[in-house]
Nanobody, 118 residues
Framework: QVQLVESGGALVQAGGSLRLSCVASGSIFTIGTISTMGWYRQAPGKQRELVAAITRGGNTNHADSVKGRFTISRGSAKNTMYLQMNSLKVEDTAVYYC?????????WGQGTQVTVSS
């Protein structure tokens, strides 16, 4: 089993920056088999959507809506992941979730609230 804990969400003005963190804990064996980690977000009344993902090999994918503003990365300790968010917009307001996938399981964090004010 793997537990994911997000942090870094806050209230910020439009144009500002935030850095979200996700730490995976639990079975060292299972953490070692994580193939992809990602950030998703869900705004009120909307479906959860992929923001960015990173593979164990370091390949990244960012949603078109955040390209050039958000950057996903993994820490030197492979159980950590970050999302650097710059030039935040009001429409980025959402609960941001950390996700981790292995070959046969998927794990979610509880989410961290990001609110961008105009």
């Amino acid at each position: 089993q793997v537990q994911l804990v997000e942090s870094g969400g806050a209230l910020v003005q439009a144009g500002g920056s935030l850095r979200l963190s996700c730490v995976a804990s639990g079975s060292i064996f299972t953490i070692g088999t994580i193939s992809t980690m990602g950030w998703y977000r869900q705004a009120p009344g909307k479906q959860r959507e992929l923001v960015a993902a990173i593979t164990r090999g370091g390949n990244t994918n960012h949603a078109d809506s955040v390209k050039g503003r958000f950057t996903i990365s993994r820490g030197s300790a492979k159980n950590t992941m970050y999302l650097q968010m710059n030039s935040l917009k009001v429409e980025d307001t959402a609960v941001y979730y950390c996700n981790a996938e292995t070959s046969n399981s998927e794990y979610w964090g509880q989410g961290t609230q990001v609110t961008v004010s105009s």
